[in-house]
Nanobody, 123 residues
Framework: QVQLVESGGGLVQAGGSLRLSCTFF????????MGWFRHVPGKEREFVAA????????YYTDAVKGRFTISKDNAKNTVYLQMNDLKPEDTAVYYC????????????????WGQGTQVTVSS
């Protein structure tokens, strides 16, 4: 059974940092492309970042480039999202996604999802 367990969300002031973690159970983690999405009520869940299987290639949405870093530790079956210089507009529920393929920006290309973790950035 595939399971994704997220942690690391919370409340932070603008300019601060948080690191999200997502541990993946049930499939070969080292051969899985992993990603992060975020959702704000009233909007569609949007792509944030992805890291391809062996970790050599990463993708980011323009809004977070230069501030967020995605990485994965295959020995721990865990993917991270380091978020620096946070802004109030980064406030959202962040979701970990696993085993993406094709157009990674599209939610429909990701079969497995975590439960979500709330990130709130105060101004």
């Amino acid at each position: 059974q595939v399971q994704l367990v997220e942690s690391g969300g919370g409340l932070v002031q603008a300019g601060g940092s948080l690191r999200l973690s997502c541990t993946f159970f049930g499939l070969s983690f080292s051969s899985s492309t992993m990603g992060w999405f975020r959702h704000v009520p009233g909007k569609e869940r949007e792509f944030v970042a992805a890291i391809v299987k062996n970790g050599a290639v990463t993708y980011y949405t323009d809004a977070v480039k230069g501030r967020f870093t995605i990485s994965k530790d295959n020995a721990k079956n865990t993917v991270y999202l380091q978020m620096n210089d946070l802004k109030p507009e980064d406030t959202a529920v962040y979701y970990c996604a696993a085993d993406g393929s094709g157009n990674l920006v599209s939610r429909s290309r990701w079969p497995y999802w975590g439960q979500g973790t709330q990130v709130t950035v105060s101004s």
